[in-house]
């Protein structure tokens, strides 16, 4: 399957401080991506669907001020957590797919665990 | 809201044994079911999905059931192998297209030697 990279895979921070997670697909153009929050013992929960060049739709609950999403290129997505907090702390998970626009071919990244003091 | 529910958090089965893996779900409204395998430090790789037209899917070792009266599904893998050893997502979409996949928690499988 096509192949989908998040950078950094592990971050800690200190509270009120802002975090910037790259998604990048390295072999195929992503048309949609999405960014999906998993806390422990819990679901995946999606937070955003973006498309490339438009604005980010959120997920009802989901801050869309705190959790800035830009999908600027058909290969990259960036999630920036905005004065995090302990509660923020969680396991950060992108995945996109490309034109078929279905879900068998919608590939995952490694996740990026964000761990706020 | 959790729509999609996977009760059992771990799994353990012997090598060569059937492991079995289950997942309910409330929506009505799915209609196609996809399980997904993540190994650690990986992100979710799809597995083996199934439409709600169906009852069964196979590939290779891998097999799919659904019971939409029951709003059950199941992933069955026989004969199990220590590689099969990972964290199985079921998800579920109203359609095949779409931005509404909803997951489960996860279950832990370990195949043991």
């Known amino acids: 399957g096509a192949v989908v990279s998040q950078h950094p895979s592990r971050v800690i921070c200190k509270s009120g401080t802002s975090v910037k997670i790259e998604c990048r697909s390295l072999?195929?153009?992503?048309?949609?991506m999405f960014w999906y929050r998993q806390f422990p013992k819990q679901s995946l929960m999606l937070m955003a669907t973006s498309n490339e060049g438009s604005k980010a739709t959120y997920e009802q609950g989901v801050e869309k001020d705190k959790f800035l999403i830009n999908h600027a290129s058909l290969t990259l997505s960036t999630l920036t957590v905005t004065s995090a907090h302990p509660e923020d702390s969680s396991f950060y998970i992108c995945s996109a797919r490309g034109n078929s626009g279905t879900y068998n071919e919608q590939f995952f990244g490694p996740g990026t665990r964000l761990t706020v003091l | 809201d959790q729509q999609v529910k996977q009760n059992s958090p771990s799994l353990s089965v012997q090598e060569g044994r059937i492991s079995i893996l289950n997942c309910d779900y409330t929506n009505s409204m799915f209609d196609y079911f996809l399980w997904y395998k993540k190994y650690p430090a990986e992100g979710p790789t799809f597995l083996i999905s199934i439409s709600s037209i169906k009852d069964k899917n196979e590939d290779g070792r891998f097999t799919v059931f659904l019971n939409k009266s029951a709003k059950h599904l199941s992933l069955h893998i026989v004969p199990s192998q220590p590689g099969d050893s990972a964290v199985y997502f079921c998800?579920?979409?109203?359609?095949?297209?779409?931005?509404?996949?909803?997951f489960g928690a996860g279950t832990r499988l370990t195949v043991k030697p």
């Open positions: 072999d195929f153009q992503a048309t949609t």
């Open positions: 998800a579920a979409s109203p359609l095949i297209i779409g931005n509404d996949m909803r």
